[in-house]
């Protein structure tokens, strides 16, 4: 996951950069994912998420250069941050579905809830955490309104966990505080913190289509690869 702050004065070329890399990652062998995310917080700053099959996809490319290169020139502040998948850990993240649009598909993104919450939790509890959290996350794809809900673990540091959690609206979002299985991680979880859980909230800029997010419920065998 990389955070890239950018000055006002280079925010616009920074995500036009950043869509580009995306448009040419999603057309290789192995992406998963490639999506572009603009705090509500702070307008200038964005954070890309990679996902690739395996450690060897994704590594170098034009894309890539030409990405660095933009964040170079507008001499953004750039911090990256590996993870692995908490859930889902299925084939979903082998089989992409990055590609099921193409660029002349009109953009029906907007409004959508997207927010990552981090959690910090007491060393010793992270495997209990992650438990969790997986039980939770496959609870909460099955919600109406719900795209995605993922989590992931930091590499670097095992404590630390991203919940991300993309919604239809708001509305959506705050009827899943209301569910039985939220309730039920919540409670399981309150004595396995760290700090404070914190929220951050984002505008999807990539990819534009909400079926690079999510496929129809009808798609059968497809939904296999939802993720």
Do not use: Q
Not at 27 to 55: H, K, M, Q, Y
Not at 69 to 92: G, H, L, N, Q
Not at 148 to 162: P, Q, Y
């Amino acid at each position: 996951m990389t955070r890239i702050a950018l000055d006002a004065s280079s925010a616009r070329a920074g995500a036009a950069a950043a869509v580009d890399a995306g448009a040419a990652a999603i057309e290789l062998p192995g992406c998963v994912r490639f999506d572009v995310l603009r705090s509500l917080e702070d307008e200038n700053t964005l954070v890309i998420a990679e996902i690739w099959a395996d450690a060897s996809s994704g590594r170098d490319g034009a894309w890539r250069e030409a990405l660095d290169a933009a964040t170079t020139a507008a001499s953004a502040r750039v911090e990256r941050t590996r993870y692995v998948a908490v859930e889902p850990t299925d084939a979903s993240w082998v089989d992409t579905h990055a590609r099921r649009w193409t660029a002349s598909d009109a953009s029906d993104v907007g409004g959508e809830s997207v927010t990552h919450v981090r959690c910090d939790v007491a060393r010793g509890d992270e495997d209990a955490f992650a438990l969790e959290c997986a039980k939770n996350a496959r609870a909460s794809v099955r919600e109406d309104g719900n795209l995605r809900f993922d989590a992931f673990r930091s590499v670097e540091d095992g404590t630390k966990f991203i919940l991300s959690e993309v919604y239809e609206t708001p509305d959506a979002a705050a009827d899943h505080k209301n569910t039985e299985h939220y309730r039920a991680w919540r409670d399981a979880v309150a004595g396995m913190m760290a700090t404070p859980r914190s929220a951050e909230r984002y505008a999807i800029v990539f990819p534009p289509v909400r079926s690079a997010w999510k496929f129809d419920p009808g798609c059968e065998d497809e939904c296999e690869t939802v993720w």
